[in-house]
């Protein structure tokens, strides 16, 4: 088992940035991946970005050059640095990680609300 654990969201005007912090504890040496989702209302949850043991990483088309994921010292722990935000950046953004053996673990979600 995993057990994720977000930080860092808030409210922001358009063109600020923000940096989501996300802690893994447990079976930590399974993890594979981190990343991070998000969901707007109304909407369904989407891949904002995602990083792999080796580093490898990948973005969504909407958020690529202004978002940089990257994973602590410890790979315990991954960040989201958010820069240029829009109001359509506007969703809870939910800390995953995901194991060797393909299963899925989500933190409590942090809201992100960009608005002048």
């Known amino acids: 088992q995993v057990q994720l654990v977000e930080s860092g969201g808030g409210l922001v005007q358009p063109g600020g940035s923000l940096n989501l912090s996300c802690a893994a504890s447990?079976?930590?040496?399974?993890?594979?991946?981190m990343g991070w989702y998000r969901q707007a209302p109304g909407k369904e949850r989407e891949l904002v970005a995602i990083?792999?043991?080796?580093?490898?990483?990948n973005y969504a088309g909407s958020v690529k050059g202004r978002f940089t994921i990257s994973r602590g010292s410890a790979k315990n722990t991954v960040y989201l640095q958010m820069n240029s935000l829009k109001l359509e950046d506007t969703a809870v953004y939910y800390c995953?990680?995901?194991?060797?053996?393909?299963?899925?673990?989500w933190g409590q979600g942090t809201q992100v609300t960009v608005s002048s």
């Open positions: 447990g079976s930590i040496s399974s993890i594979n991946y």
């Open positions: 990083i792999s043991s080796g580093g490898i990483r």
């Open positions: 995953n990680a995901r194991d060797s053996r393909i299963r899925h673990y």
